[in-house]
């Protein structure tokens, strides 16, 4: 590898882009060093010589990628590393607070917190690596985000003014993880072969989508917290659990079809939110 | 600093905040159960005493007050483990019944013995055999007989549902000669509130029938009569929870759903009903959780138990006097004295 492919490789590992859109970027700086390079070949300048001022002109290649990124995925890396960040420090306060004030050892929680919050800041600084795989970014926020919901109902029996402003914390963690989503959604679209024609609908399909999966999401953990308090640790207590799980799995397939059918969309994610919600009550009634 | 250089210095700060949180967590000192009041209380026949359990990491003793507060004088301690829960008076006000508790974990469940105290030499009797669940005890007004709930199961008739007493039936317990005979046999759902009218010849219980009721049951011929309050619930149909029978017998007491908090918990306030009417009207306004209501014997006032954290993780029980019209309430100050102040 020569200096030049290193420099490229360099720029490429601070982006999220897809495999073409990476080939078209490799294939368009090349370009502009090769162009750079044969003017100092011109003015007189050796091989390497005239490679190491081409290189030296464009400048810092960690720099140039993470603008890169920047200009065409604006503040997706840096919402990543909120998330993440949010998540950790929320779970180190609230860990703190319950074990020396309300004198409870949540290692468990502790530990699941953390390895969230880790995985959202690892994929962060490995966007050129994770980052192209748009459904896995998002699968990985959305989980995120409801592990805060879960966070959500256990600082409802926090004491005193703590609850109001755990959830505060928290509620502004899942809304930025939702705008996240919406985001990545929105920019894996660009990768469909079809031309946007209508990216107001598209949005607004997005919208509407993830606003079924909320509700999906909510009453899911809201049944569930309710079977966990009343019954305890059971197999049935998660059977509300189950349309999160099928709703993430049908988000996969969903995303790509909203940038193709953004009408026709909103009816398929509305059906099978209903299907998704009347499963469980199905399998509680006959069980 | 290369990628994969960024990752691993990542990982292994993660790893190490882990540890250290564990770490330091082990500096903290570790839940020892529930500490503070205990929801139920009685008053003596003067009026003079109050009879509550306090608990301290997680196991309750009984303790006795001034009803106008004070220091309280320890009455009974359990053993490790073991809760003394539901304190009744006997009518001379010489004794105290109440219910020693107690979890097995293996078995998933919780056992309730019955246990007679005597104020006047400290002699504590347990009056039941092991293995039973009952859950509270009256006295009949002539002091000779208690009469108990004991369920018969521990469990979850649904798969969603938590494992509770149930199958309950109502008992007698001759005091001199300790024999036990059956009144009830309903193996009802839920039973709770047991009260003896003054002429001792019905009982009253809350169960539940297509909804909460109080049940006046005939001690001559075992026939019952349903009570359903009407009032202002904000439940729509009434849901009583801790009756209680005035002196008189003409008047219960019993805590129920006033109204609906920001979050939609139920707000629970104190009651009374008119027995010949069933007109029942809101006393207190605490717009907290108010249990446990107890008419005084010789005044117009209750003493109220109100959860001060209802809905979080640990309630915090106090004490209240509050007149019969609601419009005057005291708090119950009591100062719990230390273990060594104790002996």
Known sequence: ?287 | MSLKMKNITFLIGMVFLFFFMWGISLFAEPSKGFSGFGETTDLSPDDETLVFSYFQDGNASLYTVPASGGTAKLLAKPIEGNSFINPTFSPNGDKVAFIKQWEVEEQERTFGELMIIDQTNGKMEQLTDTNNLITEAVFSPDGKTLYFLKASVYKNYSEIASKRPHEFDIFRMDLETKAIDQITHKKAYEMSGLAVTPDGKQLMYRSYGNGDQLVFHSLADDGETVVIPSGEFASGAPIISSPSLSSDGKRVTFSDVATKGKDGLFIYEAFKMDVDTQQAKQITSFHKHVTNPVFFHHSNSLIVTVDEKFGEARSEYSYWRVSMDGDQRKHLSINIPEVDDMK
């Not at chain 1, 950790?88 to 953390?114: C, K, P």
């Open chain 1, 1 to 287: 590898m020569n200096r030049t492919e290193k420099y490229i490789r360099r720029v490429l590992e601070q982006m999220q882009s897809p495999k073409a859109e990476r080939e078209e970027m490799r294939e368009e700086l090349l370009m502009h060093l090769e162009e750079a390079k044969k003017r100092y070949l011109y003015e007189g300048y050796s091989e390497k010589q005239a490679e190491k001022y081409a290189l030296a002109d464009f400048g810092n290649p960690s720099r140039i990628g993470r603008e890169l990124q920047e200009s065409i995925y604006p503040f997706q890396r840096g919402l990543l590393y909120v998330i993440g960040i949010a998540t950790i420090i929320f779970g180190v306060i609230f860990y703190l607070n319950a074990v020396f004030l309300l004198h409870e050892r949540i290692i468990v929680w502790f530990g699941i917190q953390l390895l969230i919050g880790t995985a959202v800041i690892l994929a962060a600084i490995n966007i050129s690596i994770v980052g192209r795989y748009f459904y896995l970014v998002n699968l990985l926020i959305l989980v995120s985000a409801t592990w805060s919901g879960i966070d959500l109902m256990m600082v409802e029996t926090a004491p005193g003014g703590q609850a109001f402003l755990f959830s505060l914390c928290l509620t502004i963690l899942i809304i930025v993880s939702l705008i996240f989503v919406f985001r990545n959604s929105y920019y894996s679209t660009s990768q469909t072969e079809n031309e946007q024609r209508k990216p107001g609908l598209v949005k607004f399909s997005y919208i509407m989508n993830l606003l079924f999966g909320v509700i999906i999401i909510s009453l899911g953990l809201f049944f569930m917290w309710g079977f966990l308090v009343f019954i305890g640790m059971r197999a049935i207590a998660f059977v509300p659990s189950i349309p999160i799980f099928l709703w993430l799995t049908f988000y996969k397939f969903q995303m790509t079809y909203i940038a193709k059918k953004p009408l026709l969309s909103l009816a398929t994610g509305f059906l099978f939110s209903g299907v998704a919600i009347a499963l469980p009550f199905g399998i509680l009634v006959f069980t």
